[in-house]
Nanobody, 121 residues
């Protein structure tokens, strides 16, 4: 069994900051890429930021310069530091991990349950 649990969402005023965390637990052998996605009401889920096991990162154009993704591989945890938040950043934020379970060969995607981020104007 594998679980991804997000935390750190909430309500913040425009221009403020939040830090999201996502911890993976269970029978994990190896985690490759970890990432953050978001889904606003009536919109498709979109990639916000991703980070490989080697530390390479990529960001959506809309968050470049404002958001920073990082990970602590020893803790199987990924973070998203969000600064200069805008009302259009309001969404449910999900973390995803591409991982290999102990005793398994396949690498599969696992998702967290999501955490709400609301930015007021």
């Amino acid at each position: 069994q594998v679980q991804l649990v997000e935390s750190g969402g909430g309500l913040v005023q425009a221009g403020g900051s939040l830090r999201l965390s996502c911890a993976a637990s269970g029978s994990i052998f190896r985690i490759n890429t970890m990432g953050w996605y978001r889904q606003a009401p009536g919109k498709q889920r979109e990639l916000v930021a991703g980070i490989t096991s080697g530390g390479s990162t990529n960001y959506a154009d809309s968050v470049k310069g404002r958001f920073t993704i990082s990970r602590d591989s020893a803790k199987n945890t990924v973070y998203l530091q969000m600064n200069s938040l805008k009302p259009e950043d309001t969404a449910v934020y999900f973390c995803k991990a591409d991982l290999q379970r102990t005793g398994w060969v396949r690498i599969m995607d696992y998702w967290g349950q999501g955490t709400q981020v609301t930015v007021s104007s």
